[in-house]
């Protein structure tokens, strides 16, 4: 079956470091991989999304690598913010469902102290 | 409306007595998701509907649980006889049409939590 590793142990980084949240992924090759945010109380919401054709994608302050090889995703954002503090989710399509459904990795929580 | 609503925002109940969650999707979207998160894990996929065709209920943990829409509008997810293992946060999700292998962003409401005394 497909699994998703994220780190469980917060990240605590200063104001204006840049952050690097990992997610593994094994038994599986998916087209593509989303990233989401979650605050507490609150619903995950979409951040970026990166197709296995591409090795990187970036936002604003964020950026998101994909390596099919290593099967792994790097989520990075730069001069980081109090205000990025949260829960950093991967998504994978969920394995035969067409594409149709997401799997989630449990998350990591980020802490941006000032 | 602006985004997907859930009610109510918290439920609590005795165990054994079953219980109703509402999500209200983004209107236009067609497919409509339902998770479960329980405190510190990640979220679990429960069920999909998309348009008119037949549900993926493949992530529904047992029979005890059911989901309805109507059409593409109002969905209801049904747990019966609930458990204190039932006891999460029930998240609901939208997004456009999802069928055909393509790739669209879900949209997720603020949740239910559910706990069963």
């Known amino acids: 079956s497909q699994k998703i590793e994220q780190n469980s142990e917060a990240l605590n980084i200063q104001e204006g470091k840049t952050a690097t949240l990992t997610c593994n992924y094994t038994?599986?090759?998916?087209?593509?991989l989303q990233w989401y945010r979650q605050d507490p109380g609150r619903g995950p919401v979409f951040l970026l999304l990166?197709?296995?054709?591409?090795k990187e994608k970036r936002k604003e302050r964020l950026k998101v690598t994909f390596d099919t090889t290593l099967k792994q995703s790097l989520f990075h954002i730069t001069a980081s913010q109090p205000a990025d503090s949260a829960t950093y989710l991967c998504?994978?399509?969920?394995?035969?469902?067409?594409?149709?459904?997401?799997?989630f990795g449990k998350g990591t929580m980020l802490l941006v102290s000032p | 409306g602006a985004g997907v609503s859930q009610s109510p925002s918290n439920k609590v109940t005795e165990k054994g007595k079953d219980v109703e969650l509402r999500c209200d999707p983004i209107s236009g979207h067609t497919a409509l998701y339902w998770y479960r998160q329980r405190l510190g894990q990640g979220l679990e996929f429960l069920i999909y509907f998309q348009g008119n065709s037949a549900p993926d209920k493949s992530g529904l943990p047992s029979d005890r649980f059911s989901a309805e829409r109507t059409g593409e509008s109002v969905s209801t997810l049904t747990i019966q006889r609930t458990q204190q293992e039932d006891s999460a946060v029930y998240l609901c999700?939208?997004?456009?049409?999802?069928?055909?292998?393509?790739?669209?962003?879900?949209?997720f409401g603020p949740g239910t939590r559910l706990t069963v005394l």
């Open positions: 990166i197709r296995e054709n591409e």
């Open positions: 038994n599986y090759s998916p087209a593509y």
């Open positions: 998504a994978l399509p969920r394995l035969n469902s067409g594409y149709s459904t997401l799997t």
């Open positions: 999700a939208s997004s456009l049409d999802s069928s055909g292998g393509l790739t669209h962003t879900q949209y």
